[in-house]
């Protein structure tokens, strides 16, 4: 060997001295989100509201969810999302993806609307169940209450 190829040479570790880390996969699999979910804010109920389908506006819509109290959501406010923040004009610096665009509301509305939807709901379900008893005659009535008993016996005779 020549000198130039003495004063070249590396000095090497054994690969059995050679540490690597070991990144830990996941223990079992799990579906991945469809949309992103924001960090929870306390007090805020957050929904995606749908701006576009097919890339044709629904503006529609949008206004709807915004009367009902819905507010657009600034991506400076959700850090983990920016990397979602808009481009277009009509939604700079909002959160969108897909023709949705992420809105906030306080859940003290939410809860109001959930209230008057369940109201609601209550109120078509008696009044269906009203109508079809109307028609109701005790000879034959169109369904029993819905009682369940239970009776104990030697079973069939033979």
Not at 29 to 45: A, D, I, Q, Y
Not at 51 to 68: V, Y
Not at 118 to 135: H, T
Request: hydrophobic share 30%; glycine share 6%.
């Amino acid at each position: 060997m020549s000198e130039t190829q003495v004063s070249t040479k590396q000095n090497r570790l054994d690969r059995e001295l050679d540490v690597r880390t070991v990144v830990e996969r996941p223990k079992a699999w799990r579906r991945p989100e469809t949309l992103p979910t924001p960090n929870p804010r306390p007090g805020l109920s957050h929904y995606w509201v749908r701006f576009a389908t097919l890339g044709k506006d629904d503006p529609s819509n949008l206004s709807s969810k915004l009367r009902e109290g819905y507010e657009v959501c600034k991506a400076q406010d959700y850090p983990e999302l920016m990397s979602h923040a808009s481009t277009n004009e009509r939604f700079k610096g909002a959160i969108e993806y897909g023709g949705l665009i992420l809105c906030a509301m306080p859940e003290e509305f939410t809860k109001q609307r959930s209230d008057f939807y369940s109201r609601q709901n209550k109120a078509q379900m008696d009044s269906v169940d009203n109508n079809f008893l109307r028609e109701n005659n005790p000879v034959m009535p169109l369904f029993s209450e819905r009682k369940s008993s239970v009776s104990f016996g030697s079973g069939p005779k033979p």
